[in-house]
């Protein structure tokens, strides 16, 4: 039995409750008011034992730009990051499948930790719930680009996904979810045929030496593998390119990325890197990063630049780390 409302559908809910001995017409019924109560479509009170459904301590952090960080405290005490992330025609919130992440992303804070473990999908959804009631609604874009590597969490995953797209619930159309990876390729085709989710591939360099460099998960998955997986999506990918100063940002990276991308359904983000773990890392000058972007474009790439939310809190991408930090940043160690 799943103690969390936040870890359950509909169904799952009504299932429990007909193994209990319930009728299944009214194991429906109350089914269904439990997950809408919970999601916030019912305002009358309503008794939800035996489930919980009080949610983790959650610190907002709040940036200029109206970014907002979550340091969010689970029940034993490990700390996750969520981002409330404001543009000026959409709000996505940011989750975190892993507390911590084995893959060791260089210039990602999570990859840091190494892995504590896994979330598990109320713990994910959770933090979802967390910044609808901060907002006082229900945001219509998810992105799993939090603290860890969702593919190695992938039937947790898969499970907070059924609980967010919820029609009865908190409804986030799976279309407007996406999940991103460093690469782990089986996983990517398990993906592509249990859920209707966007895929976003963290690339990053195509030069082998380059890429190991960056990302250690290459030494597993060849590059070679990587795009025959990219090829096999039903939808377009994200290919994700954090731009680094010296490393990844030359005229000849973007014609190399300009050549990886013919004939395969992809979009491209380009992501001027964040102030992270290594110093020595740093972002290429922002005409620099448009100088790449228009290469690409003129090479009929459809391409993105992502300009950074949320950097004053510590809740741009790479900067997650698990710890509790106020908007002066001053950090406080997890428990």
Known sequence: MIHHLAGHTRDTLAAERVRSGKKPGAAKERAHALVSWFAGRRSEALDPSPYETALPEAVPAIDADGTVRFAVRLDDGAVVETVLIRQPSRLTVC???QVGCARGCVFCETGRLGLVRNLEAWEIVAQYAIAARHLG???????FMGMGEPLDNLEEVLRAISVLAEPAGFAVPERRITVSTVGIVPKMDELYRRSRVNVALSLHALDARTRLSLLPVARRYPLEDVRD???RSPRTVLLQWTLIEGTND???DAEAL???TGGLDVRVNLIPLNPGPDPALRAPPLERCRTFQKRLADRGVRTMLRLPHGCSVGGACGQLSGR????AGEVTAPR
């Open 137 to 143: 609604l229900r945001p219509r874009n998810v992105v």
């Open 250 to 252: 030359s005229d000849a």
């Open 229 to 231: 997986a990219v090829a």
């Open 324 to 327: 509790l930090r106020t908007d």
């Open 95 to 97: 989750l975190s499948s």
């Open 258 to 260: 300009a050549g990886f």
